[in-house]
Structures are given as C-alpha cells and as structure tokens.
C-alpha cells in the first residue's frame, strides 16, 4: 500500500460512503438487540424482564454471558455451538463499526477512493493523532457479518 501523508485525503464524505456506513452502524445496532433477546432467552426470562437486567450492556459482554449461561445449561448446548463460531468473528467484524462509532471520518483517500479516513484521539507519535484508512469493502463485509448474526440469534430466539 502506498505511503499515506495528510495531504492525500479529500475532506469530503460522499453520500455513496455515507450509506455504507449508515448500512453498517444500522446492521450492528440490530445485532445488539437481537443478542440482547438471545441472552433473555438463554436465561429464560422474559424480553422485559430480560432488558431490565441486561440494559445497555455491551454486545461482547453479552456474547460472554450467553456463553457462560448455554455452557450450565444443557439445553442451551445448541445455542453455544451456534453462538462459538460466529463469536470468534466478532473482533474483527467490530473494527470497521467501532472506527465509524468512536472516531472522526475525515474524507477519503485520493489515492484510493475505496478508503475512508479516520482519526481518532489516540496518540501514535509524538504531536501526531492515530490515523485509519479502512477501504469500503471491509465495511461491507462487516456489514454483512451483522445481518448474518442479527439471522442467526433471531432463529434460536424463535425457536421452542
């Protein structure tokens, strides 16, 4: 990948951009609730009763408490095989969406409009703000990664 300097970004988000990751931060807000319902159900309480003890805890925290809860469950078995794949694909799919979440886009990058810019306050070098350049297609792939997950917790919620 070429080298990157400042000068190489255009200071623009175009609605094309925008969309992907509008798509993107909407696919995982539909993954938090739908883990947040799996979990009330692994625990076998009721989705009310389940939001009031869940609240706005973390996705990786429930991941963490589904498995704990399917693991002391024999029943619940299923629901860990299921759940223990996708979990390990968690991390890598959250980068793109905690980058759009927790940093600043900046615009794209001239020598490759494929790629948004981001900066974040995180110092990497002395006077100098960490900086990202994530192309479009991981975007989608994380994208796609949380409708499929969003599927998968949603068919175990369903079923009895």
Not at 43 to 72: E, W
Not at 127 to 152: F, K, N
């Amino acid at each position: 990948m070429p080298a990157f300097h400042h000068d190489d970004i255009v200071r623009v988000i175009p609605p094309f951009h925008r969309d992907v990751m509008l798509d993107l931060i909407l696919a995982w807000a539909e993954v938090d609730v739908a883990l947040k319902l799996l979990l009330s159900k692994v625990l076998n309480v009721g989705m009310s009763d389940g939001a009031d003890l869940i609240g706005r805890m973390p996705a990786s925290a429930v991941l963490a408490q589904i498995r704990k809860a399917a693991a002391a469950n024999s029943a619940s078995l299923e629901v860990l095989k299921l759940i223990r794949g996708h979990r390990r694909q968690y991390d890598k799919h959250a980068k793109p969406r905690n980058l759009i979440a927790h940093s600043k886009c900046v615009g794209y990058w001239i020598v490759d409009p494929n790629y948004l810019v981001f900066t974040s306050f995180e110092k990497t070098a002395e006077g100098e703000l960490a900086v990202d350049r994530t192309p479009l297609e991981e975007m989608r792939r994380s994208h796609r990664w949380a409708l499929a997950m969003t599927a998968m917790a949603m068919r175990i919620v369903d079923l009895n």
